[in-house]
């Protein structure tokens, strides 16, 4: 079956420190893939997805992903975080064919310190 | 507001009765789908329509949940016969449907409390 892991539940960063979160999928077919934000307060959101093609995408806010399909991962990375990325991040993944699940992590709460 | 509404925002019901829920997705999107998410999980996919064809749904859904989209517009879920185990933060999301594009837009949620 198809699962989703995120290594990390809780990060604490201080302000301009680097940020990688990790994300694993199990599936061997082809695949979308996504991080969706979730500021507290608000709706999940949109970060970054990747469909095919150049394998590390950037999003919104200075975020970028790499897809490795050889690793099975899509880690999210930020080269210095800031106060207002206090989040929770879900990493998803929807099969590109055969179906519309999608798949989502358990998140991982990201805390900042100012 | 153009984005995904869901109603109500809260519910709370007493064990054994029927809720339903309702998801007004982004007019243009085509696709629509329903998720639950319990503390600490990311959300759990339940069902998928397209248009108001259901064309996928969750093997963890039991008899007693429903949804509907009859006009392939709004769309509603129904809970028959509550359970505790059914509190949850209950999602809708929306997508167009370009090909295999999945980008889904997600509403506020209702959050159900079963006691």
């Known amino acids: 079956a198809q699962s989703v892991s995120q290594h990390n539940h809780h990060v604490i960063l201080s302000e301009a420190a680097s940020l990688e979160l990790g994300c694993n999928y199990s599936?061997?077919?082809?695949?979308?893939l996504f991080w969706y934000v979730q500021y507290p307060g608000q709706h999940l959101q949109l970060l970054l997805k990747y469909f095919s093609g150049d394998p590390l995408v950037k999003g919104i806010k200075g975020f970028e992903a790499e897809f490795i399909k050889s690793k099975f991962s899509f880690n999210l990375r930020k080269p210095s975080v800031q106060w207002s990325d206090t989040a929770e991040y879900f990493c998803a993944v929807t099969r590109n064919t055969g179906g519309f699940k999608t798949i989502f992590g358990a998140g991982t709460r990201l805390f900042v310190k100012a | 507001d153009t984005g995904v509404s869901q109603n109500p925002r809260h519910k709370i019901t007493k064990r054994g009765q029927n809720v339903t829920f309702r998801c007004d997705p982004i007019?243009?999107?085509?696709?629509l789908y329903w998720y639950r998410q319990t503390l600490g999980q990311g959300p759990e996919f339940l069902t998928y329509?397209?248009?108001?064809?259901?064309?996928?749904k969750s093997r963890l859904l039991s008899d007693r949940f429903s949804a509907e989209r009859p006009k392939g517009s709004f769309s509603t879920l129904e809970i028959q016969r509550t359970e505790q185990g059914d509190s949850a933060m209950y999602l809708c999301?929306?997508?167009?449907?370009?090909?295999?594009?999945?980008?889904?837009?997600f509403g506020p949620g209702t959050r159900l409390t079963v006691t």
């Open positions: 999301a929306s997508s167009l449907g370009l090909g295999s594009s999945h980008e889904q837009y």
């Open positions: 329509f397209q248009n108001e064809a259901q064309l996928e």
């Open positions: 007019s243009e999107h085509n696709r």
């Open positions: 599936y061997g077919g082809t695949v979308n």
